[in-house]
């Protein structure tokens, strides 16, 4: 896509300004007539509509240099740092009324954001279990060691959870927020919020002084999704709003991945539910969440098997013939292969190479085993 013309540019910032996120009307003219275009069209006065009225009275240019006091930027697409995953909510995805994708996102932080082309979202519940803040520090962990940005929605819980364990193990950590950029929502996240803004980065399509709404949580779950490669749903209650994440990723193509929990926790059913439709899959560390969002043969996980015994080693007629060996009274070596479906001839090999082994011994009377292995 070409480099933005300052018209388009400043069209865009006032469409961010006087439009709520989402917004589909507003997505799809600028998609067909471009922002200048679209930004056109909203001005038509409308009956029992006041935008029209709030698109007039923004001014752009006051709008960006404010921003810019305040260490905060405006991309739109064309911009060499718009992240590309955004231009697939043109592609039809919709959730709840919503959708499309924003004329712009505002930015604080040092962070490029192309560099959250290979991320991973891990969202959840804000009321997070004990096993729930042990699985996302320990995925997040697992994520940012192996140089994978995690992006989260800067909420209290699995979010709040999700960003501190990547900060402490060394990795990237992105925050989108359903408010602007300069304002702290939930305070008791000033700190990591204001760590983001300073050494990596948060992100909003709302303008700065936005307060947060429920209905820009919803659209803001959207670019959380499309900004990221796969979303990891840790915990979720059957209305939980981090399932509207997961519900973008599946519409938007992503790679959906679920931790289950226990079949009692209040806060694992919406995990539960969305698992059971089919459209996600089951993880329980890190390594398998890297295995999915990875390139093809990359960060291959091991199919996990029990503990390895002596016995596992043995052929497996070796194993046959073993069974039939007595505890604790001793048999004969005729009645051994016979039970073991073996000629005698190959049975009493087999009983040196397994006593030479440790598993048998033979006493006066005949063979028994030699312990419990």
């Known amino acids: 896509m070409s480099a933005p013309s300052e018209h388009e540019r400043l ?79 043109d592609h039809g995805a919709e959730v709840q009324g919503l959708g499309g ?63 501190d364990a ?7 950590t992105v925050a989108v927020l359903a408010c602007g950029v300069d304002r702290v929502y939930p305070e008791q996240n000033r700190r990591l919020l204001a760590h983001l803004a300073a050494e990596f980065a948060v992100v909003s399509e709302q303008p700065p002084g936005s307060a947060p709404l429920r209905i820009r949580f919803l659209a803001r779950n959207r670019l959380i999704a499309a900004l990221t490669r796969g979303t990891v749903l840790v915990e979720a209650a059957l209305r939980s709003g981090a399932l509207n994440t997961v519900g973008w990723a599946e519409q938007l193509s992503r790679t959906v991945m679920c931790v289950p929990g226990p079949v009692t926790s209040y806060t694992s059913q919406g995990v539960h ?21 990875g ?39 005729v009645s051994i292969a016979r039970l073991g479906q073996l000629h005698i001839r190959d049975a009493v090999p087999a009983l040196r190479r397994l006593e030479r082994a440790g598993f048998v011994r033979e006493e006066v009377d005949g063979w028994r085993l030699a312990g419990a292995r």
């Open 295 to 333: 390139a093809a043969g990359d960060h291959l996980v091991e199919e996990p098997r029990g503990e390895e015994r002596p016995r596992d080693a043995l052929s497996p007629a070796d194993q046959r013939l073993l069974e039939w060996v007595p505890v604790s009274q001793p048999a004969g070596a």
């Open 166 to 172: 990547t900060l402490v193990a060394g990795g990237a």
């Open 11 to 89: 069209a865009r910032v006032v469409l961010s300004c006087g439009v709520e996120p989402g917004d589909l009307t507003t997505s799809t003219l600028v998609r067909q007539e471009g922002a200048q275009g679209a930004l056109e069209a909203q001005l038509v006065p409308r009956p029992g509509s006041g935008l029209s009225e709030r698109l007039r009275v923004i001014d752009p240019l006051r709008q960006l240099d404010q921003a810019s006091r305040c260490g905060i930027r405006f991309l739109v697409p064309g911009d060499p740092e718009w992240p590309a995953g955004l231009d697939d909510l």
């Open 273 to 293: 539910h969305w698992f059971r439709r089919g459209s996600s899959t089951l993880v329980t560390h890190g390594s398998e969440v890297l295995e999915l969002v």
């Open 101 to 163: 994708t924003p004329p712009g996102i505002w930015v604080k932080g040092p962070m490029p954001l192309t560099e959250l082309a290979g991320s991973v979202a891990v969202v959840g519940s804000r009321s997070a279990s004990t096993y729930g803040v042990e699985m996302t520090r320990a995925i997040s962990e697992c994520l940012a060691l192996s140089g994978v940005p995690v992006v989260s929605g800067g909420a209290k819980g699995i979010d709040f959870v999700a960003h």
